[in-house]
């Protein structure tokens, strides 16, 4: 019951900032328990800095702005589409180095009050 549209688009984004930043590997994982979807996605590039951690899901904020086309926008426009869909975006480093973002949304397999 998840807009999948809205959740290719999440993916398309988080992936695409992987791409951007990793060394050499991107990892994708994807998770359905208790009507929640949950996306990770994680690279082993340089990471998040510690401005980043709080700013970069804002809209045109980024330490490569400009760089490639690169807008800032990916990450605001997947954080947004999670908590329209009752979900949320959170940002963090890797256990190992590199970026780790967490997307969850709501996904119930049945419409609410059916």
Request: with cysteine.
């Amino acid at each position: 019951m998840a807009d999948g549209r809205a959740l290719s688009r999440i993916a398309d984004n988080l992936v695409a900032n992987a791409t951007r930043y990793a060394r050499c590997e991107v990892g994708v994982s994807l998770s359905w328990e208790d009507d929640e979807l949950e996306l990770v996605v994680t690279d082993d590039g340089p990471g998040f800095g510690e401005a980043a951690l709080d700013r970069a899901a804002e809209p045109f904020w980024g330490e490569s702005k400009g760089a490639g086309g690169h807008l800032g926008l990916g990450l605001y426009v997947a954080r947004l589409l999670a908590e329209k869909h009752g979900g949320s975006l959170e940002l963090s480093r890797g256990e190992g180095g590199g970026a780790l973002v967490r997307v969850r949304v709501s996904a119930p397999r049945e419409p609410r009050g059916a």
